[in-house]
C-alpha cells in the first residue's frame, strides 16, 4: 500500500443530491471533484438504473449539481451556457436558466429561463413551479428598466456596491456574504404565462418542505429588525392561490414540516429545557390543533463529521405513510422509519455515515462513508447492505488508511468515547509524537468514517486521537448541554481523554504532542493553550476566542452567545468573559498557529486577530494565514488550491514542533 499523502484529496469523488425517479427505475445524483489548476470543483449530473445497477455520466458542462425530475425519463436543472446572458448577470441583471435532458440519450435543452436569483426550485404541477429566489428590499430591478432609465439603474448598481446598509440583524451570513433586508422569498412561476407571482411576503425567508397533490408545505421565517429562533409553518394550496399559517410564530423552531399519509407531520423543538440545540420532536397538526406524535432524544441529520463531503441532499422521505429520516446516535448517523402511530424503527446498519437517501417500496438507496472508505452509493435491502459504485475504490484499493481504535473512559460517572489512529508502520518499540484533533460545532460527532486530514498525519507518522466530549451529538439532549460550562467539564473530558492516550500508549511522547480543532474546536484550543502547557504546539482554526465581541459581529453571536453562554454582555459580562479563551491568554506559553477565512461570518476573523495578537504581545510564537473569498467551510468545501495550503500550513506546523 501507498501512503496517503496530503494532496490525494483532489482526486477524491464527492457524491451528493441522491433522487429517484417517479417511478424509481433510477436515481440522479451529482459528482463533484476538484480542478486544481482553475481553483474550483467540477460537478455533473450522473444516472443511476436501479434495475441493472450501471451508472453513467450524464451532464459534462463542469457545473450542473441541483435537478429535479420531470417525469419519469427527464431532469430539469439550472445552468448558465448562453454567454450573453453571463454578462447581463455580471451587469446586474438576475436570470436563472433551466435545461431539460433525457436520461436516455440526447443534448440538453433550453426549457425555461427566469429573470431571478433561484435558490430552489420545485414541480407543483404541469407547468407550475414553486421557487425560491432572492428578494432584496433595497436593491434594483434591472428588469424593470428600459432604455436610458436602464442604463441610469445600471450606473446606480454599480456605485451600490461601494455601500452596504445595515438596519437589521443578522446583516450577514456565513456562505452569503451581507443579507441586510435580503430574503429568499416564495414564488410560483407559470412556464406558460411565465406569470411570477409572490407567495410570501417581502420580509420572510422560506424553505419548501413538503409537496403532494398541488399543496407545499413551507417553512417561514418573518422579520424586520432582529431573526428569532422561531418560525413558522404554512399550507399553499394552487387551486385556491392560498397560503394558510398552520403554525404561528412564538411556539417552535420548526425544522420541517411533510405530508404523511393523510396526517401533515411536522419536527420541531419548543427549546423549553435544552435552548436551542435541543433535539426535535414529531408532531402532528390536525384540525387546527398540535399533537405531540412522539418525542426524539437524537437529532435529525448526519452530524458525523468528516472533510471529505461536497454537497448536500434529502434528510428525510415519504412512503406508504411513513416518514423516514436520518438520524445520528453515537458515533454514526442511521436511516429511521416513524409510522403514524408514533413508533420509530432504526433500519440501516451501525457502519458510517449515511448523508442522503431515497427509498422505494423494495429498498432504501443512500450516499455514504461506510467504514474507512470514501464516498459511495449503497443500497439496503432485507437488511443487506451492498456497495453498488466504485468513485474512489482506487484510493481505498492503492492507499494506507488506517482503520481507527475505538477507546472509552469514565469521568464524573458518564462515559466519554473516543478513537485513535496508530501511525503507519507502528512499531511498538518506537517513540512517536502525537496530534489532538477537536470537532466542532460543539454538537457534532466523531466517528470511524474517513477523515483526510487524520489520515495524512497517521500516514506521516503521528499518533492522531480524537473523542465526543460532552457537548458531542448522538448522546441525547442531557449529554450534549454544556449551557454556561464551555471551557470547563468538555475541557476535563478532553484532557483525561489524551490522559488514557497517553498511558495506553507509552510510546507517545508527551513532549511531542499537539492539538489542533476547527469552530467549536478551534475555541477549545484557545481554552486549551490558555489553561496547559502540556502542548508543543497548537492549531487554532475558525475560532472563538471572546465571546463578548463575537455576540455583536457575528451572523448567529447574538442568539448562539446568549444561549450557550447563558449571558449577555449586559446581563452578566463577567461570565462571558470568563469563558472567553481572550482572558487566559497572557498565561499561554504554546506555539499557536491561527488558520482563518476572510468572510467567516459565523467565527469572524476578529476572533482569530484578537487571540493571535495577544499571544505575540506576550511574547510566544504565533502565526495567522488568512485565506480570501474563503468562509467557515475552508476545510469542507474552501477551493481546492486554498485547502491544500491549508494543510500545509498544518502539517508544517506541526512538524517544526513535533519532529
Known amino acids: 500500500m501507498e501512503s496517503l499523502k496530503l494532496k490525494d484529496f483532489l482526486d477524491y469523488k464527492f457524491l451528493s443530491g441522491l433522487e429517484l425517479s417517479p417511478d424509481k427505475n433510477y436515481a440522479a445524483f451529482a459528482v463533484h471533484s476538484m480542478d486544481y489548476d482553475n481553483n474550483k470543483y467540477l460537478s455533473n449530473i450522473w444516472v443511476y438504473n436501479c434495475l441493472t445497477s450501471d451508472y453513467k455520466k450524464l451532464t459534462g458542462m463542469n457545473n450542473e449539481k441541483s435537478f429535479i425530475w420531470l417525469d419519469n425519463d427527464t431532469l430539469l436543472f439550472p445552468s448558465l451556457r448562453d454567454e450573453k446572458l453571463k454578462k447581463k448577470i455580471e451587469e446586474g441583471e438576475n436570470w436563472t436558466v433551466f435545461y431539460a435532458i433525457d436520461i436516455h440519450g440526447g443534448e440538453a435543452y433550453e426549457y425555461m429561463r427566469i429573470p431571478m436569483k433561484v435558490n430552489e426550485f420545485k414541480k407543483l404541477a404541469d407547468e407550475k413551479f414553486l421557487i425560491t429566489a432572492e428578494y432584496d428590499h433595497y436593491g434594483i430591478n434591472l428588469h424593470s428598466h428600459k432604455g436610458e432609465k436602464k442604463e441610469e439603474a445600471m450606473d446606480k448598481v454599480r456605485e451600490n456596491k461601494d455601500y452596504e446598509i445595515l438596519d437589521e440583524i443578522p446583516f450577514w451570513a456565513n456562505g452569503e456574504g451581507f443579507t441586510n433586508k435580503k430574503r429568499n422569498r416564495l414564488y410560483l412561476f407559470d412556464k406558460g404565462t411565465k406569470d411570477i407571482v409572490p407567495i410570501s411576503n417581502q420580509f420572510e425567508n422560506v424553505s419548501v418542505t413538503g409537496i403532494r397533490d398541488g399543496k407545499a408545505l413551507y417553512v417561514s421565517e418573518n422579520y424586520t429588525n432582529k431573526l428569532e429562533l422561531t418560525n413558522e409553518l404554512y399550507l399553499y394550496d394552487l387551486y385556491s392561490e392560498k397560503a394558510i399559517r398552520l403554525i404561528g410564530e412564538d411556539e417552535f423552531s420548526i425544522g420541517f414540516a411533510e405530508f404523511v399519509g393523510d396526517e401533515i407531520i411536522f419536527a420541531a423543538s419548543p427549546m423549553d429545557k435544552y435552548g436551542l440545540n435541543q433535539n426535535l420532536n414529531f408532531y402532528k397538526f390536525n384540525n387546527g390543533e398540535t399533537e405531540l406524535l412522539c418525542c426524539h432524544d437524537f437529532g435529525m441529520h448526519d452530524s458525523v463529521g468528516s472533510d471529505c463531503r461536497y454537497g448536500g441532499g434529502a434528510s428525510y422521505r415519504v412512503l406508504n405513510d411513513c416518514l423516514y429520516f436520518i438520524s445520528t446516535e453515537n458515533k454514526s448517523s442511521f436511516i429511521k422509519k416513524l409510522s403514524l402511530d408514533g413508533k420509530i ?57 488506517i482503520k481507527p481504535e475505538r477507546l472509552e473512559f469514565e469521568n464524573d460517572g458518564i462515559t466519554i468515547e473516543g478513537y485513535l489512529l496508530k501511525p503507519a508502520d507502528y512499531d511498538k518499540n518506537k517513540c512517536y509524537p502525537g496530534i ?116 455583536g459581529t457575528t451572523d448567529i453571536g447574538y442568539y448562539f452567545n446568549a444561549d450557550q453562554i447563558q449571558s449577555t454582555p449586559w446581563d452578566n459580562v463577567e461570565k462571558m468573559w470568563f469563558h472567553s479563551p481572550l482572558k487566559y491568554a497572557n498565561q499561554a506559553v504554546t506555539p499557536t498557529l491561527f488558520i482563518h477565512s476572510e468572510e467567516d461570518y459565523r467565527c469572524w476573523l476578529a476572533e482569530g486577530l484578537q487571540m493571535f495578537t495577544a499571544l505575540k504581545y506576550h511574547g510566544v510564537d504565533a502565526r495567522l494565514c488568512m485565506f480570501r473569498g474563503e468562509n467557515h467551510e475552508l476545510s469542507r468545501s474552501g477551493k481546492p488550491r486554498h485547502r491544500v495550503r491549508r494543510m500545509e500550513e498544518m502539517t508544517n506546523w506541526f512538524e517544526k514542533y513535533l519532529k
Open 436 to 551: 489532538l484533533d477537536i470537532h466542532g460545532g460543539p454538537k457534532t460527532v466523531y466517528g470511524e468514517i474517513f477523515y483526510h486530514e487524520m489520515q495524512v498525519w497517521a500516514n506521516e507518522g503521528y499518533f492522531v486521537f480524537f473523542c465526543n466530549p460532552r457537548g458531542s451529538d448522538g448522546r441525547g439532549d442531557e449529554f450534549a448541554d454544556i449551557r454556561g460550562k464551555y471551557g470547563t467539564i468538555d475541557y476535563d473530558d478532553l484532557m483525561k481523554f489524551t490522559d488514557l492516550v497517553l498511558e495506553k500508549y507509552p510510546q507517545i511522547d508527551k513532549c511531542r504532542i499537539g492539538v489542533t480543532g476547527g469552530s467549536y474546536g478551534g475555541f477549545m484550543t484557545n481554552w486549551i493553550i490558555g489553561h496547559t502547557d502540556r502542548f508543543k504546539c497548537a492549531v487554532s482554526q475558525r475560532s472563538i476566542s471572546n465571546w463578548i465581541s463575537k455576540f
Open 345 to 401: 424503527e432504526k433500519l440501516t446498519d451501525d457502519n458510517g455515515s449515511v448523508d442522503c437517501f431515497d427509498i422505494c417500496s423494495e429498498n432504501i438507496i443512500f450516499i455514504g462513508l461506510r467504514e474507512t472508505k470514501l464516498q459511495e452509493i449503497y443500497t439496503f435491502k432485507n437488511s443487506v447492505e451492498v456497495q453498488r459504485t466504485k468513485f474512489n475504490e482506487k484510493i481505498v484499493e492503492t492507499k494506507n488508511i
